[in-house]
């Protein structure tokens, strides 16, 4: 039973599908968020076509009483259409239908920012081997990968929220999921890697280092240049830590999964994994993977990373993807000397994760999490790089 009261009056709604298509159309979006200063502060829908307006649901009320919703609703940015959204939908509705009462054009985001947290999106990247698909989650910026060959199907970085959709679009390619793995110990998502494994029969793998780090259940190993057969197709293993000591990103063909190492517009942070020397020594890792490590990979490589930031523009195709030689030419990492990168990272390293202590427990095994909780645990937007600046 709701918190809430109902609407006085009937109140459309749009489901959080229909607003992440909007944003990937770019068609703009008018938002009033009505939850408090604090969670929108934390953790809000963003984008290029999105004009966002907090107005807490408290104040909706108080306006209610004096009669002046109209006027309060004069606060709200931009033009046409409202989409009002809160924690669970609940609130918003209400809102929603103050604002129908007004006479205003409002809608409600069908089960709020939860609902946002569970809409994935899909695209498949060009490549020349095997069909890789990546799954894309609008509300952190987290990126996984279906790689497809033949009857056979491999997942990279499993969210144990989209653990059923990974086997869904598998099997629409007429292929089961043999092989499932993380690129690393995650710090801003719970891993679907057991979870996907036990509901499939597919063998769990993780980088011999990550397992080092004190993982807690079974699970096969992969260390640097070792190949996972999917089909006729293979997953190369390349080590890149730097973001922690057991970062391996995966070659498929003319693609790299480069996993948390180097994104669209940054690179990894190298402080979410305690000890091994700190966050000076992963940072000086860091350079060297993105900069000796990836020297072997020629510029036309197409580097699909593990996350994308708030503001980063998808490739025509919709992919959040790009050519390494691209990369090279706009991040400034690949012409800094050692020191000067090393310096930068500590500079700017943002806050660290909400719960990512936590997270990091679940993924290691050390604390058992029901689906409600990974899910609650894992709300709010990802900061796995070490600065959206790093490309300017």
Known sequence: MSDYPEPDVAVESRSPEWLADRLAAGDPVRLLDVRNRDAFDDWQIAGPSVEATLVPYMQWLQAEVQDSVADRAAEIDGEGPITVVCGKGEASAYVAGLLTEAGLDAHNLAEGMQGWARVARTVELAGDTATVVQFQRPASGCLSYLI?????????????????????????????????????????????????????????????????????????????????????????????????????AFAVGDRLLSGDSLFLQSVARPDLQRGEGGTEALAAQLYESLTERLADFDDDTLVAPGHYSEGTDPAADGAYAASLGDLRERLPVFGMERTAFTARIMRDIPPQPDNFERIVAANLGLEELDDDAAFEVELGPNNCAATPSLGE
């Open 148 to 248: 497809v060959a033949g009857d056979e199907a491999a997942v990279i970085d499993p969210l144990r929220a989209f653990t059923d959709r990974y086997v869904d679009a598998a099997a629409q390619r007429d292929a089961e999921i043999t092989t499932v793995v993380d690129t690393h110990i995650h710090a801003d998502h719970v891993s679907g890697l057991r979870e996907l494994a036990a509901e499939t029969g597919a063998t769990p793998v993780l980088p011999r280092l990550s397992v080092q780090r004190g993982v807690e259940y079974e699970t096969e190993t992969i260390i640097d240049g070792e190949e996972l057969a999917v089909g006729d197709a293979t997953l190369r293993a390349v080590h890149l830590p730097g973001h922690t000591t057991g970062m391996t």
